[in-house]
Nanobody, 125 residues
Framework: QVQLVESGGASVQAGGSLALSCAAS????????MAWFRQAPGKEREGVAV????????HYAEDVKGRFTISQDKAKNSVYLQMTSLKTEDTATYYC??????????????????WGQGTQVTVSS
């Protein structure tokens, strides 16, 4: 069982920056993959960034490459999402996710078993 708690969501202006945090608590195994997803109203949940906790390998959605950075602090069992050059289209609820097993498609929501409650990011023009 893994519990995920996100924080850091806020309202910012376009062009600004924001950092999200996700703290993971687990009574069993450490997640192999941790990820950030987002869901805007009326849209499907989409993968934003993922990190393999063992190798630090990362993957990003095309529209956030160069603007968002995912990182982790293994000692704190936490992952972070640093977002820069924010655009209005980045407005969404952002979710942290974790997978204990193998993942073939890291940006696919079906690969993840555990989810946080979400944190709202609103970017205004």
């Amino acid at each position: 069982q893994v519990q995920l708690v996100e924080s850091g969501g806020a309202s910012v202006q376009a062009g600004g920056s924001l950092a999200l945090s996700c703290a993971a608590s687990t009574l069993t195994y450490r997640p192999n993959w941790m990820a950030w997803f987002r869901q805007a109203p009326g849209k499907e949940r989409e993968g934003v960034a993922v990190i393999h906790t063992g190798s630090d390998a990362t993957h990003y959605a095309e529209d956030v490459k160069g603007r968002f950075t995912i990182s982790q602090d293994k000692a704190k069992n936490s992952v972070y999402l640093q977002m820069t050059s924010l655009k209005t289209e980045d407005t969404a609820t952002y979710y942290c996710a974790a997978s204990l097993g193998l993942v073939l498609y890291p940006l696919s929501s079906s690969a993840y078993d555990y989810w946080g409650q979400g944190t709202q990011v609103t970017v205004s023009s």
